[in-house]
Nanobody, 122 residues
Framework: QVQLVESGGGLVQAGGSLRLSCAAS????????MAWFRQAQGQERNFVAR????????YYADSVKGRSTICRDTAKNTVYLQLNKLHSEDPAVYYC???????????????WGQGDQVTGTS
């Protein structure tokens, strides 16, 4: 059974940083594209970042490019998302996802975590 478990969310001050973790089990982690999506209240789920299983190439949404880093630790079966200089649009539920394709499309990802809430404070 595949499980993706996010952690690291919570209250974050505007302009601050957060580091989310996603621990994967039940799949061959090194052969999956791992991605982060987020969904703010009342909005659709949007792509944030991904890291491909081929060479670990990364790709970011324009909204976080330049202030975000996604990386994977294959030895720990864990993918991380570092997000700096938090903007007002960053608070959301952040989801970890795993898929076999290299894509930003949420419907191409087979496995999802339960989500982790990030709440902004002024």
């Amino acid at each position: 059974q595949v499980q993706l478990v996010e952690s690291g969310g919570g209250l974050v001050q505007a302009g601050g940083s957060l580091r989310l973790s996603c621990a994967a089990s039940g799949l061959t982690f090194s052969t999956y594209t791992m991605a982060w999506f987020r969904q703010a209240q009342g909005q659709e789920r949007n792509f944030v970042a991904r890291t491909n299983w081929i060479g670990g190439t990364t790709y970011y949404a324009d909204s976080v490019k330049g202030r975000s880093t996604i990386c994977r630790d294959t030895a720990k079966n864990t993918v991380y998302l570092q997000l700096n200089k938090l903007h007002s649009e960053d608070p959301a539920v952040y989801y970890c996802a795993a898929g076999e394709s290299v894509t930003c499309e949420s419907n191409e990802y087979h496995y999802w975590g339960q989500g982790d809430q990030v709440t902004g404070t002024s």
